[in-house]
């Protein structure tokens, strides 16, 4: 389901994809309060996640 042959894969109800487990938390948080509307919070969100994804979990 990936071209790059990777996990995770998120598969919506009309068949598209969506790889990159950064990408799913984003659009499983959009909309929701995990994903706050003010600009510098979300940003904030991301920071954290981002940190956890390249420093933390290797």
């Given amino acids: 389901m990936n071209?790059?042959?990777?996990i995770p894969v998120l598969v919506l109800t009309d068949g598209r994809t969506i790889t990159e487990s950064n990408a799913i938390l984003n659009f499983l948080?959009?909309?929701?309060?995990?994903l706050p509307p003010?600009?510098?919070?979300?940003?904030?969100?991301?920071?954290?996640?981002?940190?956890?994804q390249y420093n933390h979990e290797p």
Avoid: I, M, N
């Fill in 3 to 6: 071209p790059d042959t990777q």
């Fill in 29 to 34: 948080a959009d909309g929701s309060e995990l």
């Fill in 38 to 52: 003010d600009q510098l919070l979300r940003a904030q969100v991301l920071q954290w996640r981002f940190f956890e």
